[in-house]
């Protein structure tokens, strides 16, 4: 059965950086990529990005390009997101999810938006 | 601000249906058919209900279908049950951008 196990919660000072992993299990790591969306407490989800486990291709969010990156090892069929900057409204749950299918044009691929599975979700608290 | 319009809450008794609205704009819910709904319970991941605006996966109950007009996609739910719910999201695809957006979320109250 497909499954995405993600590290434990982090504690973080404004300034620093936390990076979540999201290990996959069930199916063919490389065959799907992967999104992370994150929610702050009592609020929305929030989509940061996204990678292309086939080829490490990435397509960040306006509002954390710049202080995020992706990544992915195959060798473990891992993924990894790394935020740099921490600030207090960066406190949520960050969860990865697995794009069932990416939607492409232009010779591009990107997220289409459907996550079929999901993590458990990483509480990342960003406080002084 | 969401890029994509939700109402706040919605409510129904057992058995009733309600349906809930996302209101995007011609560059995301408007232009392709990459709509999503997500169920999401207290403390929990959310789960895929919809993808493509109106295909449901695998498992999940057809008492829950989708559909879109213009800039609006919808969520129906049929023969409410009360462990239905639970807030609600919409997601698509959004070109301008090439990302992916979120409604606001809409939390279902069983009566």
């Known amino acids: 059965q497909v499954q995405l196990v993600q590290s434990g919660a982090e504690v973080k000072k404004p300034g620093a950086s936390v990076k979540v992993s999201c290990k996959a299990s069930g199916y063919t790591f490389t065959s799907y990529g992967i999104s992370w969306v994150r929610q702050a407490p009592g609020q929305g989800l929030e989509w940061m990005g996204w990678i292309s486990a086939y080829n490490g291709n990435t397509n960040y969010a306006q509002k954390v390009q710049g202080r995020v990156t992706m990544t992915t090892d195959t060798s473990t069929s891992t993924a990894y997101m790394e935020l740099r900057s921490l600030r207090s409204d960066d406190t949520a749950v960050y969860y990865c999810a697995r794009d069932q299918r990416e939607y492409c044009r232009g010779g591009s691929c990107y997220s289409s938006g459907e996550f079929d599975y999901w993590g458990q979700g990483t509480l990342v608290t960003v406080s002084s | 601000q969401s890029a994509l319009t939700q109402p706040a809450s919605v409510s129904g008794s057992p058995g009733q249906s309600i349906t809930i609205s996302c209101t995007g704009t011609?560059?995301?819910?408007?232009?392709?058919?990459?709509v999503s709904w997500y169920q999401q319970h207290p403390g929990k991941a959310p789960k895929l209900m919809i993808y493509e605006g109106s295909e449901r996966p695998s498992g999940v109950a057809n008492r829950f279908s989708g559909s879109k007009s213009a800039n609006t996609a919808s969520l129906t739910i049929s023969g409410l049950q009360a462990e239905d719910e639970a807030d609600y999201y919409c997601?698509?695809?959004?070109?301008?951008?090439?990302?992916?957006?979120f409604g606001g979320g809409t939390k279902l109250t069983v009566l």
């Open positions: 997601c698509s695809y959004a070109h301008s951008s090439t990302s992916v957006v």
């Open positions: 011609s560059s995301d819910v408007g232009s392709y058919n990459l």
